[in-house]
């Protein structure tokens, strides 16, 4: 069992930047691929990017690429999502996701683990 707890949400004007952590439980959180995931009011969960166990391997939606960058500290137990230059269009829940086997995934049904989320909202 896998429990997720993000941080780092809030309200930030467009251009600027925030910092997303999400916290594991356990102590094989290195075993697992992490990523984030995204969804806005009216729409369904996006996929925004992920990361392997080992932090080897990224990847990210072409929405974000240049801007966001994901990393994870195994030591810590936290993988990170740094958001810059922020759009009105990234505001929504944003939440994390872990998948055992270590290898990431972009599918949010290939996750077995959730956070609750947290609300990032970017004004204009």
């Known amino acids: 069992q896998v429990q997720l707890v993000e941080s780092g949400g809030g309200l930030v004007q467009a251009g600027g930047s925030l910092r997303l952590s999400c916290a594991a439980s356990?102590?094989?959180?290195?075993?697992?691929?992490m990523g984030w995931f995204r969804q806005a009011p009216g729409k369904e969960r996006e996929f925004v990017a992920a990361?392997?166990?080992?932090?080897?391997?990224?990847k990210y939606a072409d929405f974000v690429k240049g801007r966001f960058t994901i990393s994870r500290d195994n030591a810590k137990n936290t993988v990170y999502l740094q958001m810059n230059s922020l759009k009105p269009e990234d505001t929504a829940v944003y939440s994390c996701?872990?998948?055992?086997?270590?290898?990431?995934?972009?599918?949010?049904?290939?996750?077995?683990?959730w956070g609750q989320g947290t609300q990032v909202t970017v004004s204009s």
């Open positions: 990361i392997s166990w080992s932090g080897g391997s990224t």
């Open positions: 356990g102590r094989t959180f290195s075993t697992y691929a």
């Open positions: 996701a872990a998948r055992r086997g270590g290898v990431l995934s972009t599918t949010p049904e290939d996750n077995d683990y």
